[in-house]
C-alpha cells in the first residue's frame, strides 16, 4: 500500500511542476496467431442464370387417317367439286353420298363414320339445313385426320 501512496504523490508532484505523465494504457488482449496461414482463393460471384422460357407442350398428335377414312374423305372432296360445278343432279347426288357412306362408315376415326351417315339421312329426308350441318362436319372429320 505504501507504493500507491508513494507513486499518487510522485504522479501529484509532476503534475504541478508542469509534467504531465501518459495516460495509463490498458494492455492489448493478447491472441493467439495461427503458426501456419491458410489462404482460401478468392471468391467470385456466381453468375445468375438467365432466365429462359419453358418450351411450348407439344401438339397433340393427328390420328391417322385410316383406308376407310381416306377413300371416303377423298371421294367426298371430288363430290363437292362436282357440286360446286354444278354438274349433278339431286339424284345423282343422292346417290355419291351414298358411295361415301359406304366407304367411310367402317372407319375407326372418330366423327367420320357418324357425319357420313347424318349427310346420307339428310339427303335422303330432303332437308337441305341438316345436309349443309352434315357436309360440314364430314369435311371438319376428314381435315381433323389430314385427310
Excluded: Q
Excluded at 42 to 49: A, C, S
Excluded at 50 to 74: F, Q, R, Y
Excluded at 118 to 146: E, H, K, P, W, Y
Amino acid at each position: 500500500m505504501r507504493s500507491i501512496v508513494v507513486a499518487v504523490i510522485v504522479a501529484a508532484a509532476l503534475t504541478t511542476g508542469g509534467c504531465s505523465l501518459p495516460a495509463p494504457t490498458a494492455r492489448a488482449a493478447v491472441t493467439a496467431t495461427p503458426t501456419a496461414t491458410h489462404s482460401a482463393p478468392p471468391v467470385t460471384p456466381k453468375p445468375t442464370p438467365t432466365p429462359v422460357a419453358p418450351k411450348p407442350a407439344p401438339a397433340p398428335a393427328k390420328p391417322k387417317a385410316d383406308a376407310s377414312a381416306e377413300l371416303g374423305c377423298g371421294h367426298f372432296r371430288n363430290i363437292m367439286g362436282d357440286v360446286s360445278a354444278g354438274i349433278l343432279t339431286d339424284a345423282e347426288l343422292r346417290t355419291k353420298i351414298k358411295e361415301v357412306y359406304d366407304t367411310a362408315y367402317v372407319s375407326e376415326n372418330a366423327g367420320i363414320p357418324d357425319a357420313a351417315r347424318a349427310m346420307l339421312a339428310a339427303i335422303t329426308a330432303d332437308d337441305s339445313n341438316a345436309f349443309v350441318a352434315a357436309v360440314t362436319a364430314f369435311d371438319g372429320a376428314c381435315r381433323a385426320v389430314g385427310v
